[in-house]
């Protein structure tokens, strides 16, 4: 059976609009939001009741399919073939609590586990990004991403603008490829390094992959954000002509609950890219 994907898609941006409503009007603040696995790995109320609003609304009008979101995951649970929405309620979780606003609810619907309708909200800026697979990639409905012609990656990775994050396991193997790739790229050619223009970390995935399918961020890599972080803005990413990779070297094709990540946007030479990301990549993620 085709699945009704435009209806679907129109009733996620309905839902994104009415999550933003609430994440708006909450009032959080860095002492009430409790934490998760540790001290920097936040959630709030909001962020429940969001998910809440969320998963009643699309189990009442899409009773058949399955429903995955960040607050309500146990260990275990996998995303199967049968459709399903994949939900986090409040990406960028410290910059809400901080008041910062590069916040979004990130909503995508996976279908035989392909990322397939993505929407991207950010209610502070009202920037809403939606896809649906194999119809473009648009900002508010009307423009489509990219915002303007790639340009080809003439100098490679240098001269990129590459988004990173930390994420919240600050310890162990992950941490310390993560802060020796970091060194590696912002080191200049003379030190070996991938000398990119800048390293930014935003604080939100699913943010940090609309920016890259934009173009404004050429380059997003992360391993340790899970499938409802980068699930819809995927759709984006590929429909805006922008590619995945593996955070780890040598996998061209990550899945969407495989934990690791590298985005790249459209333009001419993304591949040579990412191999000369995985090239400055120091270890391998666990
Ligand atoms: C986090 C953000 C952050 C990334 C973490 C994610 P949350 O999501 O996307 O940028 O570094 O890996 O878990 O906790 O704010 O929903």
Redesign the pocket.
């Known amino acids: 059976d085709q699945l009704p994907l435009q209806e679907i898609h129109d009733f996620m941006i309905e839902i994104a609009h009415k999550a933003g409503e609430m994440i708006t009007a909450a009032h959080p603040s860095t002492g009430a939001a409790g934490n998760k696995k540790n001290s920097v790995d936040l959630v709030t109320e909001t962020d429940r009741a969001v998910e809440k609003l969320v998963s009643t609304s699309l189990r009442e009008k899409y009773p058949d399919f399955d429903f995955m979101g960040?607050e309500t995951y146990k260990p275990g649970d996998t995303i199967t073939d049968a459709p399903t929405f994949i939900c986090?309620p409040?990406?960028?979780?410290?910059n809400f609590v901080h008041r910062y606003p590069y916040v979004c609810i990130s909503l995508g619907l996976a279908v035989n586990r392909v990322p397939t309708i993505g929407v991207v909200f950010n209610p502070f800026t009202k920037q809403l990004y939606t896809a649906i697979k194999g119809q473009g990639a648009f900002l508010d409905q009307k423009t489509r991403l990219p915002l303007s012609t790639p340009t080809a990656f003439e100098d490679g990775l240098s001269s990129c603008l590459v988004a990173v994050?930390?994420?919240?396991d600050r310890s162990g193997n992950d941490f310390a490829v993560k802060s020796k790739t970091f060194e590696n790229l912002a080191k200049t050619k003379e030190q070996g390094g991938g000398m990119v223009h800048g390293l930014r970390s935003f604080?939100?995935?699913?943010l940090n992959i609309c920016g890259v399918a934009s173009g404004g961020l050429d380059v997003y890599w992360?391993a340790?954000?899970?499938a409802w972080?980068v699930c819809a803005a995927w759709v984006i990413l590929y429909e805006a002509g922008g590619i995945m990779a593996d955070a780890n070297p040598g996998n061209w094709k990550p899945t969407v609950d495989g934990r690791r990540y590298m985005a790249v946007r459209a333009g001419e030479g993304q591949e040579k890219v990412v191999e000369q990301f995985w090239s400055l990549v120091e270890g391998k993620f666990e």
């Open positions: 960040e986090d409040i990406d960028g979780t410290t994050e930390w994420g919240a604080g939100s995935a699913a992360e340790g954000c899970w972080d």
